[in-house]
């Protein structure tokens, strides 16, 4: 018989990552939906106080949204929404593109039903949050789906680098402009189509190029000079025009 004490102890130990689990998914939406803009420092007192918590679960958060790559810190500056240059973010994005593309390829040659199932289920969802406007549900539901293409792949190497990438490039690709939303869920379906027709260029190209619209989305939003990056040198023996034959 299990005693009182007992299951008072164990419930208050699951109340402690509860509490840190969601002052982390308050802070992290805050910065992907730009409530919290790129440098913003993150003031450990100020935070408790708005969320109604103290400063522990404040700081344990901070220190996960920094393995996470979405905050930096430092002992001069303290801790602040990371900042990319645009150098960075575009060099970033060539890589995630390149990655995102062969994983697609794999997910196409593995063609594994189960996981095809979650990522159309991950898909639905974010059909309807779309159509009904609940813009707040999508960048949950984009990481969602990521995640479950890099399992659709089958590579654990390249889904741990996909892992990283995603964190570090999660700023970049949650935009709030509802025209934007709706491209990228229709270029997940594309993605998605390719994959269970066994396309394997088709669904590396579409893959690799739905990353590459979102980041130069993200760097024409910075007012940045030439943006406008393209598929065409980073992937040169891809049929962009979607002729290619699926694998026997």
């Known amino acids: 018989m299990t005693s009182k004490s007992a299951v008072n102890r164990r419930r208050l130990g699951d109340e402690v990552p509860s509490l840190l689990g969601r002052v982390v998914d308050e802070l992290r939406q805050r910065i992907l939906n730009r409530q919290m803009r790129p440098g913003e420092r993150l003031i450990e007192g100020r935070l408790a106080e708005e969320l109604g918590v103290s400063r522990n ?22 801790a602040a929404v990371v900042e990319m240059s645009q150098q960075e973010a575009r060099e970033t994005i060539e890589v995630r593109a390149l990655l995102e593309g062969q994983n697609a390829r794999l997910a196409a040659r593995r063609h594994d039903k189960a996981v095809i199932k979650r990522i159309e289920a991950v898909l639905t969802k974010g059909a309807a949050a779309v159509r ?11 990481q969602q789906f990521h995640q479950e293409l890099a399992a659709a792949g089958q ?21 709030t402009d509802p025209t934007q939303q709706r491209r990228l869920w229709d270029e997940h379906a594309g993605i998605l189509r390719a994959i269970i027709d066994g396309d394997e260029k088709l669904a590396a190209t579409r893959a690799a190029e739905h990353v590459m619209r979102a980041g130069s989305d993200y760097l024409l939003a910075l007012n940045a000079v030439d943006a406008d990056i393209t598929i065409d040198s980073l992937l040169p023996a891809m049929d962009r025009k979607g002729t290619s034959r699926k694998p026997r």
């Open 132 to 142: 009904s406007g609940r813009f707040e549900e999508l960048s949950d539901l984009n």
């Open 57 to 78: 679960p404040v700081r344990e958060a901070i220190r996960v949204l920094a393995s996470e790559g979405l905050v930096e810190v430092s002992t001069r500056r303290g």
């Open 155 to 175: 590579n654990t190497v390249l889904g741990d680098m996909l892992k990283r990438l995603r964190e570090r490039t999660a700023i970049l690709f949650s935009p």
